[in-house]
């Protein structure tokens, strides 16, 4: 029976061994999403650059800069994408802005409730204008359960290259789309909705992988010191 106590807390010692290293795993996760957090943060809150052309291959690595752009939007190249957010759901307005530096970017010119998007019932600023927003990666396909329908005009996610694809929009595009800043003005689109909030739980995870790993440490001695029922004394 002592060959099985051994075995028993070799057995607990190799799974304390697997918890200590979930546990790190969970703290190096830790420190990358505390550190990608911070990053987001300054990126946003920063001085707003101008936006970056299609031809800069960085751009997709700068997700949530505040950027700034000038331009002309292409209203009749509107679209609207399925949207959920703290004002309810509704619709993202994404509309082509021909830029004053030759190129397209879509901007998300922010939130429309159902009704509105029914009624196409929105401000559409003529002239030139300044967009300052956020820097978004685009968002291909669909979503998580439902895929992009193009043909059908049914959007689900911010899908950039389709939605370019599908309105006709030629020349240089820029690979990503901007969540326009709320205007102030109470209107519609709604814009300012971007979610800056991650979640980060890594913390709890790491401490329960390591009580975990105690814990196992813990069995081992228990069957290293005790012995088990029916062994002889």
Same mark, same amino acid.
């Given at each position: 029976?002592a060959?099985?106590?051994?075995?028993?807390?070799?057995?607990?010692?190799?799974?304390?061994?697997?918890?200590?290293?979930?546990?790190?795993?969970?703290?190096?996760?830790?420190?990358?999403?505390?550190?990608?957090?911070?990053?987001?943060?300054?990126r946003?809150?920063?001085?707003?650059?101008?936006?970056?052309?299609?031809?800069?291959?960085?751009?997709?690595?700068?997700?949530?800069?505040a950027v700034?752009?000038?331009?002309?939007?292409?209203?009749?190249?509107?679209?609207?994408?399925?949207?959920? *957010? #703290? %004002?309810?759901?509704?619709?993202?307005? &994404?509309?082509?802005l021909? @830029?004053?530096?030759?190129? /397209?970017? +879509?901007?998300?010119?922010?939130?429309?409730?159902?009704?509105?998007?029914?009624?196409?019932?929105?401000?559409?600023?003529?002239?030139?204008?300044?967009?300052?927003?956020?820097?978004?990666?685009?968002?291909?396909?669909?979503?998580?359960?439902?895929?992009?329908?193009p043909?059908?005009?049914?959007w689900r996610?911010?899908d950039?290259?389709?939605?370019?694809?599908?309105?006709?929009?030629?020349?240089?595009?820029?690979?990503?789309?901007?969540?326009a800043?709320?205007?102030?003005q109470?209107?519609?689109?709604?814009?300012?909705? *971007? #979610? %800056?909030?991650?979640?980060?739980?890594? &913390?709890?995870?790491?401490? @329960?992988?390591?009580?975990l /790993?105690? +814990?196992?440490?813990?069995?081992?001695?228990?069957?290293?010191?005790?012995?088990?029922?029916?062994?002889?004394?």
């Amino acid at each position: 029976m002592a060959g099985k106590r051994r075995a028993l807390a070799g057995m607990s010692l190799l799974l304390a061994l697997l918890f200590a290293g979930l546990g790190v795993w969970q703290v190096q996760r830790l420190q990358w999403k505390t550190q990608l957090i911070a990053t987001v943060e300054a990126r946003a809150h920063a001085t707003p650059i101008p936006a970056p052309g299609p031809d800069e291959p960085d751009a997709g690595r700068r997700a949530y800069q505040a950027v700034r752009v000038q331009g002309v939007f292409a209203h009749d190249r509107e679209t609207l994408v399925q949207a959920a *957010t #703290v %004002l309810g759901p509704g619709y993202w307005v &994404l509309t082509p802005l021909d @830029t004053d530096r030759g190129f /397209a970017v +879509l901007i998300n010119r922010g939130f429309v409730p159902g009704e509105r998007a029914a009624a196409r019932d929105w401000s559409r600023p003529e002239g030139a204008q300044t967009v300052r927003g956020l820097l978004r990666v685009t968002e291909p396909n669909g979503s998580f359960l439902r895929a992009n329908d193009p043909e059908a005009d049914r959007w689900r996610s911010r899908d950039v290259a389709a939605i370019a694809q599908t309105r006709g929009v030629t020349g240089p595009i820029a690979g990503y789309f901007i969540d326009a800043a709320d205007d102030g003005q109470g209107g519609w689109p709604r814009g300012g909705l *971007t #979610v %800056l909030k991650f979640s980060n739980s890594h &913390l709890v995870y790491a401490l @329960t992988w390591f009580a975990l /790993a105690g +814990l196992g440490v813990f069995g081992a001695w228990r069957f290293w010191r005790e012995p088990l029922q029916g062994d002889q004394p």
